[in-house]
């Protein structure tokens, strides 16, 4: 496994990061992307021991020991997957991860831009897909990467 940071403890867990259960649609309870889980309660998930198959196999980068403590996605803003070669990007709250100027231009937040590059140069994908959410509309991201920047290539709504 692939891993960013030199100390990364592999024996996670979710504790209070609940940001999966918002942003990750699951489709065997019909719940939608970006938006909070009916089954999410202070304690995590109310159905745990009965949880669907795709909530007890998911596990977020960080909670697989690929990236260090501190990018933990309730702390970091963003919630990090990898499958096969993309990068998945998934922002907590709407204006974590990207801003939209204009309504139409797409850029990484500086404060971002430089862990997100510090990613690309570990697991090498041939794509990054920027799971945004605004109020007004949910968007998806699709970068191109290149061994020294990342981007825009098409911004469409879903």
């Known amino acids: 496994m692939k891993r960013l940071g030199a100390s990364v403890n592999v024996m996670r867990k979710c504790d209070e990061c609940q940001v999966c259960c918002v942003v990750k649609a699951i489709k065997e309870i019909k719940k939608p992307a970006f938006t909070i889980c009916n089954h999410q309660c202070s304690l995590g998930c109310a159905i745990y021991e009965s949880r669907p198959v795709s909530c007890a196999a998911y596990s977020c980068s960080w909670l697989s020991g690929m990236l260090p403590d501190n990018w933990r996605p309730d702390i970091s803003g963003i919630l990090i997957d990898v499958v096969w070669d993309t990068l998945n990007l998934y922002e907590r709250k709407?204006?974590?991860?990207?801003?939209?100027?204009?309504?139409?231009?797409?850029?990484?937040?500086?404060?971002?831009?430089?862990?997100?590059?510090?990613?690309?140069?570990?697991?090498?994908?041939?794509?990054?897909?920027?799971?945004?959410?605004?109020?007004?509309?949910?968007?998806?991201?699709?970068?191109?990467?290149?061994?020294?920047?990342?981007?825009?290539?098409?911004c469409a709504p879903l």
């Open 94 to 154: 709407p204006g974590a991860l990207i801003k939209v100027i204009d309504g139409k231009r797409v850029e990484l937040h500086s404060n971002q831009g430089s862990r997100i590059k510090a990613l690309i140069t570990v697991v090498k994908p041939k794509q990054i897909v920027v799971h945004s959410y605004n109020p007004v509309k949910l968007s998806l991201a699709i970068l191109s990467v290149n061994c020294r920047f990342v981007s825009l290539c098409q």
